[in-house]
């Protein structure tokens, strides 16, 4: 069973930093797209970035610049780099991944999420 484990959220102050992780855990044959998404109170859920196995990133206009995504294939795991951060980005936090669990099962797996507050 696969799941992903998020890690890294809480409250800042506006201009401050964090750092949100997200593992996969699980039988994992292959793992394609890795990325991070947010949904705000009241708001539909919205991409922040994406990040392919081979390397190529797309990022949320508001979030170029103040944002990046990498990953560590060795250990299953993206991450998400918040920097400048407004009380805009106020929201949970949820990581997807695209994954092959073996040679005919491949779909997309969300994390339980992770709140973010930013705030003075």
């Known amino acids: 069973q696969v799941q992903l484990v998020e890690s890294g959220g809480g409250l800042v102050q506006p201009g401050g930093s964090l750092r949100l992780s997200c593992a996969a855990t699980?039988?994992?044959?292959?793992?394609?797209?890795m990325g991070w998404y947010r949904q705000a109170p009241g708001k539909q859920r919205e991409l922040v970035a994406v990040?392919?196995?081979?390397?190529?990133?797309n990022y949320a206009d508001s979030m170029k610049g103040r944002f990046a995504i990498s990953r560590d294939n060795a250990k299953n795991t993206v991450y998400l780099q918040m920097n400048s951060l407004k009380p805009e980005d106020t929201a949970v936090y949820y990581c997807?991944?695209?994954?092959?669990?073996?040679?005919?099962?491949?779909?997309?797996?969300w994390g339980q999420g992770t709140q973010v507050t930013v705030s003075s």
């Open positions: 997807n991944a695209d994954i092959r669990t073996g040679w005919n099962t491949r779909r997309v797996y």
């Open positions: 990040l392919s196995n081979g390397g190529t990133t």
């Open positions: 699980g039988t994992i044959s292959s793992i394609y797209d």
